[in-house]
């Protein structure tokens, strides 16, 4: 959620991760199936995704020694004709139904504390001459 990088400085269990971030076997999605479609085109998939895996058995896990840059929206990008604000709103409402009890459950952050923190955007270029000098 944009917070410094050493903010989680060992392994552990999370209740989900962004798919721009994911490692898992194919056994998984052999046992849950895919992103479920009814999040198209974007948005809540991938906490879906990590909800019935954990539903099924699997362990979410964030190792703090991988580091990446994700860069929003890009799979998406152009696609003039997806109202970011509508299909985030409709599908955070299919993700609550399906969730909100047991997200409850576990006493999950707040909405307030799962708030992108609003940080600088970064080109690729930025990222790859900030690599290539270090």
């Not at 970011?84 to 993700?95: A, D, H, M, Q, W």
């Not at 504390?113 to 600088?120: D, K, R, V």
Request: aromatic share 12%.
């Amino acid at each position: 959620r944009g917070e410094a990088r050493d903010a989680i400085t060992e392994p552990q269990q999370v209740q989900c991760a962004i798919s721009a971030a994911w490692l898992m076997t194919r056994r998984l999605v052999d046992a849950i199936g895919a992103l479920d479609d009814a999040y198209s085109p974007v948005q809540y998939e991938d906490l879906d995704f990590c909800y019935r895996a954990r539903e099924a058995g699997t362990q979410v896990w964030t190792y703090p020694a991988v580091e990446l840059y994700h860069f929003e929206h890009t799979t998406t990008a152009g696609s003039d004709d997806i109202n970011f604000k509508y299909v985030t709103t409709k599908n955070g409402i299919l993700f609550k139904k399906r969730w909100g009890e047991q997200f409850r459950a576990e006493a999950g952050p707040s909405e307030t504390e799962a708030q992108w923190q609003i940080l600088p955007k970064k080109s690729i270029a930025e990222v790859n001459w900030q690599k290539l000098s270090e």
